[in-house]
């Protein structure tokens, strides 16, 4: 089984691949004289959405994703956009660097600032709170396919892992009605 494995990166000197690896490197400084079989090179920003599609493109689905780029919070969270859809079920998303989300010359801010609430660090934390969304009581949230196919986020000393499968969770109505059958039964948790 070959594991495919895509790293954006700033800068790249050199490959590190095993027999069982295809590596796919997005570097902005053009290092695309270092491809060989096993090893395909792609020169460009990550804010860049043709050049990530190109990427994307040009792999099946991708093992894991290392997002180690620009570490500018627009950058990263575009990124993940954009890239998530072709990692594999059980595949993992990296993004390393994520200090960036309290650094205001990356677009981030102090986590009382507006600058913060469009953060890496912001986004990923709000879609820990989404992976719960079946459970989620109003009625006019729609989970978005991100939901629907992260079973699992972890944050770590400036580092987020995101892993893909299949979040299916029970639809908010049954939710709501199973609440209100406690309710009409008057459940009370405070009680003991």
């Known amino acids: 089984m070959t594991i495919q494995i895509l790293a954006v990166r700033v800068f790249f000197y050199g490959s590190h691949t095993s027999r069982s690896q295809d590596y796919f490197l997005l570097t902005i400084v053009d290092k695309t004289h270092f491809s060989q079989s096993r090893v395909k090179v792609f020169a460009g920003s990550q804010d860049d959405v043709n050049v990530l599609q190109g990427v994307v493109d040009a792999a099946e689905k991708f093992d894991v994703i290392i997002d180690d780029g620009s570490h500018v919070n627009r950058h990263q969270i575009e990124s993940f956009e954009i890239l998530f859809p072709s990692l594999k079920g059980g595949g993992i998303y990296v993004i ?77 109505a049954e939710t709501r009605n199973v609440l209100a059958l406690k309710q009409s039964m008057d459940f009370n948790p405070e009680e003991k």
């Open 96 to 172: 390393e660097d994520t200090q960036t989300s309290y650094w205001p010359s990356f677009g981030g801010g102090n986590t009382e600032t507006r600058e913060y609430e469009n953060s890496c660090m912001r986004y990923f934390l709000r879609l820990a709170d989404e992976l719960n969304y079946g459970e989620f009581l109003d009625e006019n949230f729609s989970p978005s396919e991100y939901n629907k196919n992260i079973i699992e986020i972890s944050f770590h000393h400036n580092m987020i892992v995101v892993v893909k499968g299949s979040n299916d969770q029970v639809p908010v």
